[in-house]
């Protein structure tokens, strides 16, 4: 009985030990490749949420995003790797924040977040983050034919007040320039190169570049608030801006907006309150946003305001506003306040012969006092 033992005892081992010898020994915990992340929106946008020129005009609207895209690409090649769309959203001491997870396997990344459901601005190459770009569309052909017929109006207003035919007159006007396009409005970005996602076997959590578990997004968008004064604003119907020397497109990785080239930027005008003692004189004003002034434009931006009047003509105004970028108010406010005055001429005087004009001339007859009888 006790050499059977010894046998049977030996046969255990023998099979433990042929067991052993065909397994792969495995860690105790498995990679997750779950990470957490959270991005706070910097909401501190001048002259759309703060630092307004005149608090009792209308400012821009601000919308909170609903959605964040967060991406993760390769570090070598930018090619996408992981993404993930984050809805949930909260409040605490830093801000608002988006927060959610994402799958990706250890190694390192450039990181890119950005939110949805901008109007004008849009992304391109969003599947490579060393070519995804933002930028506007351009105006349709409409919008520019209607400023060409304004600079034509205005051509031949100022061929009159020199006594020459229009065809000798040929000022410089914006709606020529090759590229005019709408304005931004506020893309949101936290960008980071170089991200390292460690091996872990439980949830991980995204850490931006100063070892913080969490990331800003900031608008690459600047918001510039524009006025100028106008005498006999009482004439005007509708008012636009065409603003060159801005930059057209930009990167999102790393910023630039040079290689994008330049643009003119195509806005809406607001017009002003009557002044209390004055009421033919007014500003117009308005907020526009812009990825940036290109740096070699300095001595070259000029602004047009193009007019559409209550009595049906159309005309332009061009001014250099050049050095008004580099002064305090636009550097540090992002103001731009023109002091010059533009002047609407008052309309023709009526025909003294509306019978001999043609049957197409539409006329207005005086007020008038009509007694007439009618029962009860």
């Given at each position: 009985m006790r050499v059977r033992g010894y046998i049977s005892a030996f046969a255990s081992l023998l099979v433990a030990l042929m067991l052993a010898a065909g397994c792969n020994f495995r860690p105790l915990k498995e990679t997750a490749n779950v990470s957490y992340v959270r991005v706070y929106v910097d909401e501190q946008i001048l002259n759309v949420t703060t630092g307004f020129y005149n608090k009792e005009f209308r400012h821009p609207t601000y919308s909170r995003p609903d959605i964040l895209r967060v991406a993760l690409f390769d570090a070598q090649s930018g090619a996408l790797v992981s993404e993930r769309y984050l809805r949930n959203q909260g409040d605490d001491e830093r801000g608002h924040y988006y927060d959610g997870y994402i799958i990706v396997e250890p190694g390192t990344y450039d990181f890119v977040a950005y939110n949805f459901g901008t109007e004008s601005t849009v992304l391109s190459e969003e599947y490579n983050c060393?070519?995804?770009?933002?930028?506007?569309?351009?105006?349709?052909?409409?919008?520019?034919?209607?400023?060409?017929?304004?600079?034509?109006?205005?051509?031949?207003?100022?061929?009159?007040?020199?006594?020459?035919?229009?065809?000798?007159?040929?000022?410089?006007?914006?709606?020529?320039?090759?590229?005019?396009?709408?304005?931004?409005?506020?893309?949101?970005?936290?960008?980071?190169?170089?991200?390292?996602?460690?091996?872990?076997?439980?949830?991980?959590?995204?850490?931006?570049?100063?070892?913080?578990?969490?990331?800003?997004?900031?608008?690459?968008?600047?918001?510039?608030?524009?006025?100028?004064?106008?005498?006999?604003?009482?004439?005007?119907?509708?008012?636009?801006?065409?603003?060159?020397?801005?930059?057209?497109?930009?990167?999102?990785i790393d910023r630039d907006f040079e290689s994008g080239g330049s643009t003119a930027l195509y806005f809406d005008m607001t017009r002003g309150r009557y002044t209390k003692y004055d009421q033919s004189y007014a500003c117009i004003y308005s907020t526009f946003g812009t990825f940036g002034r290109l740096p070699e434009s300095d001595n070259e931006i000029r602004v047009s305001f193009e007019f559409i009047t209550t009595y049906g003509t159309r005309f332009e105004k061009t001014f250099d506003i050049s050095r008004k970028f580099l002064e305090e108010d636009a550097i540090v406010h992002q103001w731009i306040i023109i002091e010059d005055e533009i002047v609407i001429p008052a309309p023709p005087d009526p025909d003294p012969n509306p019978d001999l004009a043609g049957g197409l001339t539409p006329s207005v007859d005086p007020w008038g006092d009509v007694e007439s009888e009618f029962d009860i």
């Open positions: 060393f070519k995804m770009c933002a930028y506007t569309n351009e105006i349709s052909s409409a919008v520019r034919t209607r400023l060409q017929e304004a600079a034509a109006a205005s051509a031949s207003m100022a061929a009159a007040a020199e006594g020459a035919g229009a065809e000798d007159v040929a000022p410089y006007s914006l709606s020529d320039e090759p590229s005019i396009r709408y304005d931004a409005d506020h893309l949101f970005v936290s960008s980071a190169e170089g991200l390292q996602v460690a091996v872990h076997g439980a949830v991980d959590t995204l850490r931006n570049s100063a070892g913080e578990p969490w990331f800003r997004a900031e608008s690459i968008v600047k918001s510039y608030y524009i006025q100028i004064g106008v005498r006999g604003i009482q004439y005007i119907s509708s008012s636009s801006s065409v603003l060159s020397g801005m930059a057209a497109s930009t990167r999102i």
